[in-house]
């Protein structure tokens, strides 16, 4: 048998702790964007109730159709729209 280097199972134990450390962080990061898609398609399905789906802007006035659609860069979006008349007739 090979006598046994305490140097050398030093460093492979060190190694071993490193990697298992590394592999451990990665966990926690996982599971934190998980939690953050999670809150960002909260946000996006509470973003969506606020844009009507059925609207008649004008109720006295059906010579006029508006149709509006929100589409996110990412998940979440920040524009919004309105629309008002600029003068009654």
Do not use: W
Not at 10 to 27: A, D, R
Not at 57 to 77: H, L, S, W
């Amino acid at each position: 048998t090979k006598p046994i280097d305490l140097k050398d199972l030093e460093i492979t134990v060190m190694k071993t702790i490193e990697q298992f450390n590394s592999i451990k962080q990665g966990l926690v990061a996982q599971h934190q964007i998980i939690e953050v898609q999670k809150e960002l398609q909260i946000a996006s399905i509470i973003q969506q109730s606020f844009i009507p789906h059925e609207f008649t802007p004008f109720a006295d006035n059906r010579q006029c159709t508006i149709y509006g659609e929100m589409i996110p860069a990412k998940v979440v979006g920040g524009d919004f729209f309105d629309f008002f008349a600029l003068n009654h007739r």
